[in-house]
């Protein structure tokens, strides 16, 4: 029963993402991270313990438009920070945060490590910026095609929220039998595993069904079946 909480607007994300994931804190969990856009790059924070300890971390004075943030039960690998989301590929531009259990992520993980890819947690969750890296800059997809194929690749139960600093005003959700709900608001869009995370900022509310992707930016949300 992880959190999951992503922002994209005219506004600071770094509010937003924390206030959602105290909202998220009745779930459980015992690590917590977020990872947000600075300076055209990935700024990922991520601690063991509670939200309040992520706060005493995060300068709040950063500004960003765009972040994802996580509150995780340990499954896969201990309580640790490297096994805390979010999970990032070998470049540092993909982090991804989830939900739920990869089932395959073994002969996953193997494959990607043949392939030269080095590993920072024990996660089933890491393949996931590493397959999307090996996808996207080995063999040649752009981004919305390698999350089609991700989809069809991976095995399990998930929600899955992903960014990429190459896109910097794009958040990307997918769902396959693990809640997430996208909220519509002005000039700002919001994504979330549940809706009290949402209420404070919008009425309007979208559930993604099994299946579906979202491309969510400031102005829009696009939904499409997988």
């Known amino acids: 029963m992880c959190g999951i909480f992503g922002y994209v607007g005219d ?12 909202k998220l804190e009745y779930r459980g969990y015992d690590s917590a991270g977020v990872a947000y856009l600075k300076d055209k790059n990935l700024e990922i924070k991520k601690i ?11 300068d709040f004075n950063d500004f960003s438009n765009m972040g994802i943030g996580h509150t995780r039960w340990a499954t896969h690998g201990g309580i640790s ?14 982090a991804v945060v989830h939900n739920g259990i990869i089932e395959n992520y073994k002969e996953i993980r193997d494959f990607l490590i043949s392939r030269g890819h080095k ?7 890491e393949t996931v910026p590493h397959l999307l890296e090996e996808m996207v800059d080995k063999e040649g997809m752009n981004l919305e095609e390698a999350l089609k194929e991700l989809f069809k690749r991976l095995e399990g139960a998930f929600a899955l929220l992903i960014i990429d600093k190459r896109r910097p005003n794009t958040l990307y959700a997918l769902r ?7 909220g519509f608001g002005t000039g700002e869009n919001f994504v979330a595993s549940d809706i009290p995370a949402l209420g404070a900022y919008t009425e309007r509310f979208y559930y993604l069904e099994d299946n579906q992707m979202a491309i969510v930016s400031d102005r829009e949300i696009k939904v499409y079946d997988l």
């Open 81 to 94: 920070v490297e096994n805390a989301h979010p999970h990032t590929d070998c470049e540092g531009n993909i």
């Open 11 to 22: 506004k600071n994300c770094i509010p937003y993402i924390i206030s959602g994931l105290e």
């Open 48 to 58: 063991v313990g509670k939200v309040q300890n992520l706060k005493e971390i995060l």
């Open 176 to 182: 396959k039998q693990s809640p997430l709900i996208v």
């Open 119 to 125: 590993f920072k947690s024990q996660t089933d969750t």
